[in-house]
């Protein structure tokens, strides 16, 4: 049975390394996944890959179908998530090129598929949210960019905006008031659709540039390539030394 599933978000479409590739589709009872599931092995270690917003990177972050991604993870018997997702940065800490593994999220988003207790899906159940990313599976990876010597922030808060245009600086200034460290698009739900099925979840945020108001200028698509190639580069090795050791 399958254990490990990386999600893959912007600048990080596919997993290399893997062996005994193969890929699945599946119809789940909330519709399809982004793209088909990947299967292969990593050192003799069974991995799952899923590119969130398909490959090719097509759907914008209101548009997954979130509860089919998650549905189809576990259906596949998948017990972990990691969540790769390429963000902007609002305290200082948080710069261009760096990593942080969030221990919070805020949730700005709206009018998206949030639960599977809706829709003739699991019977109603409130789930404890009070630490939206498990802590055990946010040490494992905070001891393993330690133990290999990627620089990492350990801790955050990710705010999740609707997208898929990048916020205001107006935007940004509230969430900063609200205590948010990163801006991303793709966090929520995610996070808690992966509690209401009991799979552990942490997530590695990329940071590809300065939230608005917080750099200099505008923020341009070349500058956002640039800084992603950098972190996905700092990511992978953090994902093949995760999977090796754990």
Known sequence: MTQLAIIGGTGLTQLSNLSSLKHERMDTPFGRPSAEFVLGEFNGKSVVFLARHGNPHTLAPHVINYRANIWGLQQLGVEQIIAVAAVGGITSAMRPAHIAIPDQVID?????????????????????????????????????????????????????????????????????????????????????????????????????????????GEISMAEIEQNLHVGMANTASLLKAFIEIG
């Open 108 to 216: 700005y988003t709206y009018g998206r598929k949030h639960t599977f207790f809706a829709d003739g899906g699991l019977p109603l159940t409130h789930i404890d949210f009070t630490w939206p990313y498990t802590p055990a599976l946010r040490g494992k990876l905070i001891a393993v960019a330690a133990k290999v010597g990627v620089a990492i922030t350990s801790g955050g808060t990710y705010g999740c905006t609707q997208g898929p245009r990048l916020e205001t600086i107006a935007e940004i200034r509230r969430m900063a008031r609200d205590g948010c460290d990163v801006v991303g698009m793709t966090g929520m739900p995610e996070a808690a659709l992966a509690r209401e099925l009991g799979m552990d979840y942490a997530a590695i945020a990329v940071i590809a540039n300065w939230a608005a108001g917080k750099g200099e």
